[in-house]
């Protein structure tokens, strides 16, 4: 059984990919409306997926979280990745969309990477292996976004 670690990681894996194809096809898309459902579709899933890490894995570590600054740090990094999509909904024209999204896909991107390298070790060292299971299984039960 994967634990919420893995899990968490699995669907960043997934969501780079999504990223990855997104960009791909962003310069051939021929109006704000196609950036807008794009964006909207990323928001979606980003979203059900900070609710699973906000209510799996930071409530498990509050505590430690908390004492370190981190767990700030991570509600600011969703609420501003939540203030990047919504801005492409605003966006004036083609080119601002597009930049706008582009700006929400790395700052989702660089979310991930400050939690695989700072926030997943912590809950690592601080919860026992049984318990990191058991959130994984509640997640597959739960959340699941990306079965393992």
Do not use: C
Not at 108 to 113: A, D, L, T, V
């Amino acid at each position: 059984m994967a634990t919420i670690i893995e899990t968490l990681v699995m669907e960043h894996v997934v969501f780079r990919a999504v990223f990855d194809e997104i960009e791909r096809v962003l310069p051939g898309l021929n109006s704000t409306q196609e950036v807008r459902v794009l964006s909207t579709v990323v928001e979606g899933v980003l979203g059900r997926h900070a609710e699973t890490e906000t209510d799996l894995a930071y409530a498990a570590l509050d505590h430690v979280l908390a004492e370190k600054g981190e767990l700030d740090h991570l509600y600011q990094d969703h609420k501003e990745i939540d203030h990047n999509f919504k801005r492409v909904r605003g966006a004036s024209s083609l080119a601002e969309a597009q930049r706008l999204l582009k700006k929400a896909l790395a700052a989702s991107r660089e979310h991930f990477r400050h939690e695989e390298r700072v926030v997943f070790p912590l809950l690592k060292r601080a919860l026992p292996s049984e318990t990191l299971i058991e959130l994984g299984e509640t997640w597959l039960r739960e959340y699941p976004v990306v079965a393992p």
